[in-house]
T-cell receptor
Framework: DTAVSQTPKYLVTQMGNDKSIKCEQNLGHDTMYWYKQDSKKFLKIMFSYNNKELIINETVPNRFSPKSPDKAHLNLHINSLELGDSAVYFC????????????????FGPGTRLTVL | AQKITQTQPGMFVQEKEAVTLDCTYDTSDPSYGLFWYKQPSSGEMIFLIYQGSYDQQNATEGRYSLNFQKARKSANLVISASQLGDSAMYFCAMRSPTDSWGKLQFGAGTQVVVTP
């Protein structure tokens, strides 16, 4: 019954590797997001997709590439991992932002803790 | 630029007491939405309460209420009758048309510890 799920929950890898985090939502939402939470707990948007179309692309290194095969899935691929990429990555989903005029909350996944050694 | 400020990095509160978590925001948009999320030590983000900029009344959800003072641009969260399970990090966040309503802009968070 999980609304927004992410895999894996924990990811430990070496610098320079490429890794992916998967996200799926079963809420019927058409907008999905990736947020990064750093070691100081600060949360910042990375990307947002609305119905498979990229609508928000913050200042994120191009080593990070989101992919949305359908509106229920938004995956995050990271190339050439660096120590500074260590963080918790949250996927979220919501109803289409423009229509809801900001009312509808974003539902967050459980997070993926990425540790780069 | 939009900005959310939470000035209290951490606070202790005794069980059964009320606690107020401060949040101020800065936006030039007349229409916006304010949210509070809770993040317990387990790490998940839990939506608590929402306040729209045009809402006439302060939002309430169970033991959570929002003290919305639009002219002062503040949206403080009040937790009544604190419970041990309220110990968590609390984040204030905002959405606005400037970002096509897309992203949530978060404050730095307030760590709350409820003591017996």
């Amino acid at each position: 019954d999980t609304a927004v799920s992410q895999t894996p929950k924990y990811l430990v890898t070496q610098m320079g590797n490429d890794k992916s985090i998967k996200c799926e939502q079963n809420l019927g939402h058409d907008t999905m997001y990736w947020y990064k939470q750093d070691s100081k707990k600060f949360l910042k948007i990375m990307f947002s997709y609305n119905n498979k179309e990229l609508i928000i692309n913050e200042t994120v290194p191009n080593r990070f590439s989101p992919k949305s095969p359908d509106k229920a899935h938004l995956n995050l691929h990271i190339n050439s991992l660096e120590l500074g990429d260590s963080a918790v990555y949250f996927c979220a989903s919501s109803l289409r932002p423009i229509q809801d005029r900001g009312y509808n909350e974003q539902f967050f996944g459980p997070g993926t803790r990425l540790t780069v050694l | 630029a939009q900005k959310i400020t939470q000035t209290q990095p951490g606070m202790f509160v005794q069980e059964k007491e009320a606690v107020t978590l401060d949040c101020t925001y800065d936006t030039s948009d007349p229409s916006y939405g304010l949210f509070w999320y809770k993040q317990p030590s387990s790490g998940e983000m839990i939506f608590l309460i929402y306040q729209g900029s045009y809402d006439q009344q302060n939002a309430t959800e169970g033991r959570y209420s929002l003290n919305f003072q639009k002219a002062r641009k503040s949206a403080n969260l009040v937790i009544s009758a604190s419970q041990l399970g309220d110990s968590a990090m609390y984040f204030c966040a905002m959405r606005s048309p400037t970002d096509s309503w897309g992203k949530l802009q978060f404050g730095a968070g307030t760590q709350v510890v409820v003591t017996p």
